[in-house]
């Protein structure tokens, strides 16, 4: 599908429950006219994968506060190769190190938003990146 | 019903009036001196109301001034302008910093060096794992154990942690909720089998679990089955540990949630409320347990409105235990309240600016009136604390107590008509809130359908559109943006987890199993009978059960909680 409102799943892994930053990025893409799926807390990445799958999302958001944040988007990286849905764009937020930025781009992570980012950036870093993905989807559908 | 608040001040002749209605003389003021100068030079767009959303006069004057506040005195009812007497000017509020991280070794280090430091409190941080109700080495706490606070999964942990601080001379607080009184526990039967007398064991446990449903969300059980808990701590606690503060109400979380003042004003003495009416229900005299509940709030941004926020708390908290509760020991009315800098106005961007931050909202929570404080650490928009940054918070702490004066007199912004008449202003407007909840049938039906989910979700999402359109000013993330040096960063080693789990397996092996299954199933009977569950938790902590084996009977018994997902 390339036509269409942008959809989103926006989760919460693992344990911590700070969602303040989850549920303003959540409202904000839906102000802006995408489809957004909130998980809500606690989300192991084998349900946040699942969910990803099942909305036919464009792109995934992380919200992780905790430190934790190379195994979940890890582990959510690797979970949607396995699920052939390696070109959803993989994002996310949270307190997160500049020194961690290298490590996280290379295992899929398109975008890390840090505190004090705004939602227009976001909201704009989204729609260019999903537009990308879209056309690459139709030019890999044409050329078969 | 008696109102100490009521009577009016000699030779006020508008006492019929609402206090807070300009009158002429005002009005004139605004018509020929302040229309003038505002024409030639426009007001800021920014200077009309709080970040509350309060409105604000261009300027406040003896016409404000509530009547109330001009015979309201320091260290009497109803304790606006303080619970002592003598304010600061002989002891200064406790310098607590709030520590942990990885193993309780490196916590047990990170403490000794605040307290040389000259820090003259202790606060636990615990790790998500244990703070969720999990052992180090369950797959649940996998990639979490030490990340955002120290790993204690048992009484050996908790021995490490206290290693060298004597548990009768050194006040400790501990950020622990959902399974607060199995670590409190823990703490207890530390302190005792280092030979201390529990009656002399001094501290706070958060415990207060009303505010995770509401904000933090680190909840387990139910809401109804984890009140009843805080309430066996309400009353098993001032009778065993006489000097322990058995619950810090809190407001902190629920406005880092994104709440405004006014909502954790209003949000966080409800729920201590609740908790005092629960015990009250339970047939325990209000006297014997009010004066051990103590409060914790944020200090925000906006100066005056965060110091009309404490004085407003003092006031209404005294009123309620004094004429709805029928409290007869003025100890029982006096809201005692660590104070902590607001974690959430941190920025990554140019973080050593955070520095100025903390001091503002440090000064504020001093002029309010807190009992202890909590300043943040720079670099804590970026990672954990480093013991650099960290230290220079407690410096911040000691330049405003030793340097700037304002310790030296009693409530010294008390009579200034603007902070009076928003102290007012914030009394009111929480009041009113209070009202909302009530309305509802209290707080617990205000978790189960929704309704605070909304109204923070509602205040995070409008302050970060202002923030976004550029209403508010973040100084370097929304103006003065510049490239700023990177500061050194705390690393928590992947090793914790490692450690933790060898020192569980130890626990297992050496342990008496036979005693530590009879007092999980002890735990369980408390649970199931609705005795009070402390002696049980107590049993478990010196048969060393792991933390969560006495939070599985408790999920076991009583169900995990799930909330409806609000957006």
């Known amino acids: 599908m390339s036509e269409g409102p942008i959809r989103v799943v926006i989760a919460k892994p693992g344990l911590d429950g700070h969602d303040r930053g989850a549920k303003v990025v959540a409202r904000a893409l839906r102000d802006a006219g995408m489809e957004v799926v909130y998980t809500g807390l606690r989300q192991t990445s084998a349900m946040i994968v699942r969910a990803a799958v099942q909305e036919d999302a464009d792109a995934v958001g992380l919200s992780v506060l905790s430190g934790a944040h190379m195994q979940y988007f890890e582990q959510v990286a690797a979970g949607l190769r396995t699920a052939g849905s390696d070109d959803v764009v993989l994002f996310g937020g949270g307190i997160v190190p500049d020194d961690d930025l290298p490590a996280l781009r290379e295992v899929g992570v398109d975008r890390v938003f840090t505190p004090g980012a705004s939602t227009e950036e976001i909201v704009r870093y989204l729609r260019q990146a999903v537009a990308e993905r879209r056309s690459r989807r139709a030019g890999a559908e044409a050329g078969r | ?567």
């Open chain 2, 1 to 567: 019903m008696a109102d100490d608040r009521t009577p009016t001040v000699a030779g006020d002749a508008h006492d019929t009036e609402d206090d807070t209605v300009p009158t002429p003389r005002l009005d004139a003021w605004r018509r020929d001196t302040y229309g003038p100068a505002v024409a030639r030079i426009p007001e800021r767009s920014t200077a009309s109301e709080t970040l509350s959303g309060i409105p604000l006069e261009p300027v406040y004057t003896e016409e404000h001034r509530s009547r109330a506040a001009a015979l309201e005195h320091p260290g009497e009812y109803p304790f606006t302008r303080g619970i002592h007497a003598s304010g600061y000017r002989g002891k200064l509020w406790t310098m607590r910093m709030f520590a942990g991280f990885g193993t309780p070794e490196e916590t047990n280090r990170r403490f000794h060096a605040l307290l040389a430091a000259g820090q003259t409190g202790l606060s636990t941080a615990f790790d998500l794992p244990t703070l969720m109700g999990y052992d180090a080495d369950d797959p649940m706490a996998l990639g979490e154990v030490g990340r955002c606070g120290v790993s204690v999964s048992s009484l050996a942990d908790m021995e490490v942690l206290f290693d060298g601080i004597d548990p009768e001379a050194v006040t400790t607080s501990m950020t622990i909720n959902a399974p607060a009184s199995p670590i409190w526990a823990m703490y207890l039967a530390m302190a005792q089998r280092r030979g201390a007398d529990l009656t002399r064991v001094g501290g706070t446990t958060q415990n207060d679990i009303l505010k995770e449903f509401i904000a933090q969300k680190e909840y387990v059980i139910p809401p109804e089955p984890s009140v009843r808990l805080v309430v066996d701590t309400i009353e098993w606690g001032p009778r065993e540990v006489p000097r322990w503060n058995v619950v810090s109400v809190s407001g902190y979380h629920i406005r880092e949630a994104g709440s405004t003042a006014v909502q954790e004003l209003a949000f966080t003495l409800a729920n201590g409320r609740h908790y005092v009416q629960r015990t009250v229900d339970r047939g325990v005299d209000v006297d014997t347990f009010a004066p051990r509940i103590s409060f914790f709030f944020n200090v925000h941004n906006d100066f005056f409105e965060e110091i009309a926020k404490l004085r407003a708390a003092r006031r209404i908290w005294a009123r309620w235990l004094r004429e709805d509760f029928g409290a007869r020991d003025p100890r029982s009315w006096t809201l005692r309240t660590h104070a902590q800098t607001a974690g959430v106005s941190l920025t990554a961007q140019q973080p050593l600016v955070n520095v100025a931050r903390v001091a503002v909202q440090a000064l504020a929570g001093v002029l309010g009136g807190a009992n202890s404080l909590h300043t943040d650490a720079y670099d804590e928009a970026l990672s954990l604390p480093t013991e650099a940054a960290a230290l220079l918070a407690l410096r911040t702490q000691q330049v405003i107590a030793h340097e700037s004066g304002v310790a030296n007199v009693v409530d010294p912004l008390g009579g200034s008509y603007f902070l009076e008449h928003l102290t007012d202003e914030m009394e009111r407007r929480a009041l009113a809130l209070v009202a909302v909840i009530d309305a509802q049938g209290g707080v617990e039906a205000a978790i189960e359908n929704g309704w605070f989910a909304r109204e923070i979700g509602d205040a995070s999402y409008a302050e970060q559109r202002a923030v976004d359109a550029g209403d508010r000013v973040i100084v370097g993330v929304n103006a003065f943006q510049a490239e700023a040096p990177r500061v050194p960063l705390q690393h928590v080693d992947a090793s914790v987890a490692r450690a933790q789990a060898e020192r569980l397996a130890t626990v297992r092996a050496e342990r008496d199993d036979a005693a530590a299954r009879a007092a999980l199933a002890d735990l369980r009977d408390a649970a199931v009978s609705g005795r009070n569950s402390m002696p049980s938790f107590m049993r478990c902590a010196h048969a060393l059960c792991t933390l969560q084996e006495q939070m599985d009977v408790l999920r076991d018994v009583f169900g995990v909680y799930e909330e409806p997902v609000v957006l």
